[in-house]
C-alpha cells in the first residue's frame, strides 16, 4: 500500500485489492459468434442453480483418502471408520468426516493422461487436454458457464457469474476466457490480500482513513479506463475486465462477504492454517459470495497452501510428522487431510443449513459440489516414504444439488480400474465432469463454437483429446443423478 498509486499499472491495481482476472485473445473481431448444437438431441437436467468446483491442488492420495486401501504401506493409526458398504474413511485425516461423507457419492474409475501438474491442472480448469497449437484460443470451462449464463442475469447482479478463490496460486493460474468476451474471464480473489485491502471499520470514511483514500483513489484509476478515454483498440476489453472489478468493490454486499466472524474462521480451521493462501477462508468466502445472491454462480476454491504443485503432492514422507515433515509447498497426509477437513465439512454443513432461492430448499439442495483433483497417487510407495503420480485410476467427489447421495461409481483394485461403473467401456476422464456441471446447470455439453480464430471447432466436450485415448464419450456422468 506504500507504492504510489500512478506508478502502479492496471493489473497491479487489482492485485492491491486480492482481485485479479484472467487473460483473453485480443481483438473483438476474434470473439466467436457463431455458436451451436450438434445435430443428436440433447436435453440438460438443469438441476442446480450454482456450482462449487474444489481444486484439490497435489492430487491428494487415494489410497489413505477417498479409495482406502490398506497394504505393507498403509499406516497403522487411521483409525478407519465405516461410510457404507463401499465406503470406508479414516478419521484421524478427516476427523469431521460425518458431516460430509454420508452426503457424497464416489467416482473412483477417473482416468488421466497427463502426469504432470501444470498440464493436468490446464485440464482440470480447460476441461479438455492440453493443445499447444490453439492454446491462447481455448477458454476456463468456467468462462464458458459465465458465457451460457449470461441471459439469466438480473439488473442487480454486480458480482460475475464465476468467481474464483486462490487460483492465482496454483500451478496452473487462471487460463482465462481465450476465444470468448473478456467479461467471462472470472475474477480470482486472493485470500492472502483480500482482507487486508478491505480492513477499514465499520465507522471509518475516505476523509479520516488513509487507506481508504487510496482506495478511491485506485477506483479512480480504474474509471479513467474506458472507450472515450483514448487508450485504442483495447479500450472495450480494459473496460470488461475492470467492469466487474469496480462494480464488486462498490457494492456493499461484498464488504458483508468480507465480514468474517472469529467463531466462523475456528470452526474452517482458519487459525491453525500456515498456509499463504488459506483454505478455510476460501470456502468462508465462497460461502458468502453464494448466499449474496450477487450473481455468482460458479465458485472455484483452489487448495493451493503455499503454491507449487499444492499440498497434496505428497513424493516424499507422506506421513512424516515432526523432524520428518514436509515442508514449503507440501504437507503430511496427517496435516493436509484435517486442514481440508475443517473447512470442508463445515462448508457442508453450513450449506445444508441456509437458506436456497426455492421456498422449503437449503443452498446445498441448490448447489452442486465437486472436489477434483488433477491425478492420482502410485499406489506404491517410493523409497522416500511418498507416492508418485498415477494416472490410471482415482477418485472424485460429488455431492449437493441433483447428486444422489452414497454412491460409488467404479471400482478399482488399487493399480486398475476393476469396474467402470457406468454404462461405457472407457473411463471418465476431466471432460465428463465438465459435461456433467454443464448439465446441471442447463447447458447444453453438446455444442460448440464454429468460427474461432484458429478455425478449429471447438466443441464444449471434446470426444477425440489430443495426446489422450482415441476416443471418449460425449456425455455427462449421468449415474450421478440417477
Known amino acids: 500500500m506504500r507504492e504510489r498509486i500512478a506508478n502502479l499499472s492496471r493489473r497491479e491495481l487489482l492485485k492491491l485489492f486480492g482481485i485479479s482476472v484472467g487473460t483473453s485473445l485480443a481483438g473483438e473481431a476474434a470473439w466467436p459468434r457463431k455458436i451451436q448444437a450438434q445435430s443428436r438431441k440433447v436435453t440438460p437436467r438443469k438441476n442446480v442453480r450454482n456450482v462449487i468446483f474444489i481444486q484439490n491442488c497435489g492430487a491428494m492420495s487415494p489410497p489413505e483418502c477417498l479409495d482406502f486401501k490398506e497394504t505393507r504401506f498403509t499406516a497403522k493409526d487411521l483409525d478407519i471408520q465405516t461410510v457404507n458398504s463401499d465406503f470406508v474413511i479414516s478419521k484421524a485425516i478427516f476427523p469431521n468426516y460425518e458431516k460430509w461423507a454420508p452426503r457424497a ?97 465499520e465507522d471509518d470514511s475516505a476523509a479520516k482513513n488513509s487507506v481508504l483514500a487510496e482506495r478511491w483513489e485506485v477506483l479512480s484509476r480504474m474509471s479513467e479506463v474506458s472507450p472515450s478515454g483514448a487508450i485504442g483498440g483495447k479500450a472495450n476489453e480494459y473496460k470488461a475486465h475492470y467492469e466487474y472489478a469496480y462494480k464488486i468493490l462498490t457494492d456493499a454486499r461484498f464488504k458483508k462477504v468480507l465480514n468474517l466472524s472469529e467463531q466462523d474462521k475456528a470452526r474452517y480451521g482458519v487459525s491453525k492454517d500456515r498456509g499463504t493462501c488459506k483454505i478455510g477462508l476460501a470456502m468462508l468466502l465462497a460461502r458468502n459470495v453464494l448466499a449474496a445472491d450477487a450473481g455468482a454462480r460458479f465458485l472455484w476454491v483452489a487448495n493451493t497452501y503455499n503454491g507449487g504443485n499444492g499440498p497434496a503432492d505428497n513424493h516424499d514422507q507422506l506421513y512424516g510428522r515432526g523432524a520428518l515433515a514436509p515442508k514449503g509447498a507440501q504437507l503430511s497426509i496427517y496435516e493436509s487431510g484435517p486442514r481440508l477437513d475443517a473447512a470442508f465439512s463445515n462448508l457442508i454443513e453450513d450449506l445444508s443449513k441456509m437458506p436456497g432461492k426455492e421456498p422449503g430448499k437449503a443452498l446445498l439442495d441448490e448447489t452442486m459440489v465437486c472436489m477434483v483433483h488433477e491425478f492420482g497417487r502410485n499406489p506404491e510407495m517410493n523409497t522416500n516414504g511418498g507416492r508418485d503420480h498415477w494416472g490410471p485410476c482415482f477418485t472424485n467427489l460429488f455431492m449437493g444439488g441433483g447428486v444422489k447421495p452414497g454412491r460409488i461409481i467404479g471400482k478399482t483394485d488399487g493399480y486398475k480400474v476393476t469396474d467402470v461403473g457406468w454404462k461405457f467401456k472407457e473411463q471418465p476422464m476431466m471432460d465428463h465432469v465438465v459435461s456433467t456441471i454443464y448439465t446441471a446447470l442447463g447447458i447444453d455439453w453438446s455444442k460448440k463454437i464454429v468460427d474461432t480464430p484458429s478455425g478449429r471447432a471447438y466443441e464444449y466436450q471434446q470426444t477425440a483429446p489430443l495426446g489422450g485415448p482415441a476416443f471418449i464419450p460425449s456425455t455427462p456422468i449421468e449415474e450421478l443423478f440417477v
Open 105 to 201: 457419492t464416489l467416482v473412483r474409475s477417473f482416468y488421466e493422461n497427463s502426469l504432470v501438474h501444470s498440464s493436468a491442472q490446464y485440464h482440470t480448469q480447460a476441461g479438455r487436454a492440453l493443445n499447444a497449437a490453439i492454446l491462447r484460443e481455448i477458454p476456463a470451462f468456467g468462462s464458458v458457464v459465465a458465457y451460457e449464463l449470461e441471459s439469466e442475469r438480473r439488473s442487480s447482479d454486480t458480482f460475475p457469474t464465476f468467481v474464483s478463490f486462490d487460483l492465482w496460486n496454483a500451478r496452473c493460474p487462471q487460463i482465462g476466457s481465450g476465444m470468448l468476451h473478456p467479461r467471462f474471464s472470472g475474477l480470482d480473489i486472493n485470500t492472502a490480500s483480500v482482507f487486508e485491502a478491505f480492513g477499514a471499520g
